[in-house]
């Protein structure tokens, strides 16, 4: 069973008379040999982990060895001054809580990896919070958003130094907004659209980690990168279509990885990372760490 696009996975659906979350466990199930309880029972581990990294963040003193992150998730979440409503701001709390957690060597669910590990449990938080959302259909969520992360990683790719922070961020935000659609009861034509544009709103996004740390500025990309999700999935369920496919705008963020200076792919080399402050701090953590 292959699918490298995800219009193949749509077709499928549309053959099978399946939805998404339904397409990816078929996906699972034959692909990896697993029986549908081993499929359940890892994504279960995955909630779990992010629903814990949220709630350490939140609760605990999180003071990253660097000393560039300190307790900011609860400082967003206390925050008196609300720019849209406490919705907005406590989820992005949820993602800075996992960016904390993750700086702080706890442990987390990469999703689709550690630097932007905190934009889907801050998304399905919110979602069990704000939409009622059971857990169990959590579970299904999870799998349209691998849906995403398959074709992603096929055509494009996770990693910084390949794909900037466009790869990180960027295909979290657009795994977040596919799986809000699908929570919201979306068609799998509007999952696609989110998709298409999460990912168009982080095109070409550099990877430029102060000191190497993924700390500054991921943590509050992850942030930014629950909004993106949110906003995405919205204009998606409103109606709204992307004059691009989504398939050709993951063939352009590939394009535009290449495209991309390495000196803005996880060097240290560009960006905040070579900024003066940046490298200053640089200096300063590593002086320290001798
Ligand atoms: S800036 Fe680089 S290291 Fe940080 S989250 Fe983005 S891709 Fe990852």
Not at 18 to 25: R, V
Not at 138 to 146: P, R, T
Request: charged share 20%; with cysteine; proline share 3%.
């Amino acid at each position: 069973m292959e699918f490298n696009l995800l219009a193949d996975i749509a077709e499928y659906c549309a053959r099978e008379k399946k939805d998404m979350a339904q397409a990816m466990l078929d996906y699972e199930m034959k692909n990896k040999h697993l029986s549908r309880e081993d499929v359940y029972s890892g994504l279960k581990r995955v909630l779990l982990t992010m629903e814990d990294s949220v709630e350490q963040g939140l609760t605990q003193m999180v003071i990253s060895p660097s000393g560039m992150l300190n307790n900011w998730a609860k400082t967003v979440y206390n925050s008196k001054t609300e720019t849209l409503g406490p919705r907005l701001k406590k989820a992005i709390a949820r993602a800075i809580a996992v960016g904390e957690v993750n700086a702080c060597m706890g442990k987390i669910a990469a999703a689709p990896t550690a630097g932007s590990a905190g934009i889907m449990p801050a998304v399905l938080v919110t979602m069990i919070e704000e939409h009622n959302i059971p857990r169990e259909k959590l579970l299904d969520g999870l799998l349209v958003s691998s849906a995403v992360g398959l074709i992603f990683a096929k055509n494009s790719s996770f990693a910084g130094s390949e794909a900037g922070c466009m790869g990180e961020t960027g295909s979290a935000a657009a795994m977040a907004a596919a799986t809000i659609v699908y929570l919201l009861g979306g068609t799998n034509d509007q999952i696609l659209e989110a998709v298409g544009f999460a990912l168009k709103a982080s095109m070409g996004l550099v990877c430029d980690p102060v000191g190497g740390l993924v700390e500054e500025p991921c943590t509050t990309r992850n942030a930014v990168g629950v909004a993106n999700a949110f906003v995405s999935a919205q204009m998606a369920l409103a109606g709204i279509k992307s004059l691009i496919p989504v398939d050709e705008v993951i063939f352009a963020t590939k394009e535009v990885g290449d495209l991309m200076s390495p000196r803005l792919k996880e060097s240290g080399q560009g960006g905040l990372a070579n900024t003066k402050t940046g490298r200053d701090i640089q200096k300063r953590v590593f002086r320290t760490a001798e």
